[in-house]
């Protein structure tokens, strides 16, 4: 038991805030974080802190960023016709690793869901609508994630752009590569049916 | 990709130094962090460097501590004639769990393991020698864990403090309650059945 030693309790209990970690690997982490040298244990600190203070939100896409506007809004060889809107920025990454997409991005910062109490003006919907207002842009590609909240979501903005006479699409839903038909979930399947294309 | 955002980058490779956190856990984490409100950033990095900077090995037993001698060996309800030697600090946590050890503790801080360079000397060997001198101690329970390294480094303790007059006795070993003898290995079998004692 640790009690008694407050520092060593404390530091589990923030690390036990991270997610997926519970409270036993709190304990191990605590431990393996004295067991390093001073010097590596503080680096941590201070990488925690400094990402806290340096990184901030795009002003234009939202996504995170330690320079405003961020490098993928100022590159000048993406296209600013087509703007790709994710729900976070963790999105961004995985659409970045593809290497194909060459516009730019838009980081809502969640999905409406009035369960949860979040509505449209709760994310970055009307900064969206601001930038196609700018004129410039000639697609909305919408990869919010294929669930109850990120389809409405995606409804919600098509109605709000199409107007706009801006082109808006959502990415495609089926079989992904390497999966397995006999193992799809039935909504895939459909989805993966619904958008067959002419070969 | 985080290709140019630093602090992230930083922050990631941090956290990919601790045990358990790969790569793309890492920057899962990194990502919460900078999600979380920037006072609770902040907390986890001041408990991370706090934790640090006020905890240390108590000088009598070596196991951390924020004071010093520790609330362990200045406890007066415990007795000073049980020394129950341990690898490493976790080690003293497992064994405070079972709530019925009332003696000291001494953390050797690792085991004798010659593939790793590490010997005799550069454990706490010579303090617990010291501490037994001293006198007042009449049993040294030794609890290192039941592997080569282990054995050998209490089979190597228990030959330097028999001559000094003290008793020395090694845990048990054998199936673990709840365990299941169909399932356990050989040697832990053997380890049982040597250990058997008379109903």
Do not use: W
């Not at 805030?17 to 680096?43: C, F, N, Q, T, V």
């Not at 109490?117 to 969206?128: A, Q, V």
């Not at 801006?166 to 979930?185: K, L, Q, S």
Request: charged share 25%; aromatic share 4%; with cysteine.
């Amino acid at each position: 038991m640790n009690r008694g030693i407050e520092p060593i309790e404390t530091l589990c209990s923030q690390l036990a805030r991270l997610p997926g970690i519970g409270s036993k690997s709190a304990l191990r982490l605590a431990y393996h974080i004295l067991d390093m040298p001073k010097s590596s244990a503080k680096e941590l600190a201070a990488a925690i802190s400094n990402a806290c203070d340096k990184v901030h939100h795009c002003s234009i896409c939202g996504n995170y960023t330690d320079v405003d506007p961020c490098r993928v809004c100022t590159d000048k060889t993406r296209s600013d016709d087509t703007i790709c809107v994710v729900e976070d920025a963790k999105d961004v990454l995985a659409m970045e690793k593809m290497r194909e997409f060459r516009g730019k991005y838009h980081v809502l910062g969640g999905v409406i869901s009035p369960m949860d109490g979040i509505g449209p003006d709760d994310i970055r919907i009307k900064e969206l609508i601001a930038r196609v207002r700018q004129g410039g842009v000639k697609e909305i590609i919408i990869a919010t994630n294929p669930n109850i909240e990120g389809e409405a979501t995606s409804s919600y903005i098509a109605r709000l752009l199409k107007p706009l006479g801006v082109r808006v699409t959502r990415i495609a839903h089926g079989i992904p590569i390497g999966g397995n038909i006999e193992y799809a979930d039935e909504m895939t399947i459909l989805k993966a049916m619904e958008g067959r294309r002419e070969l």
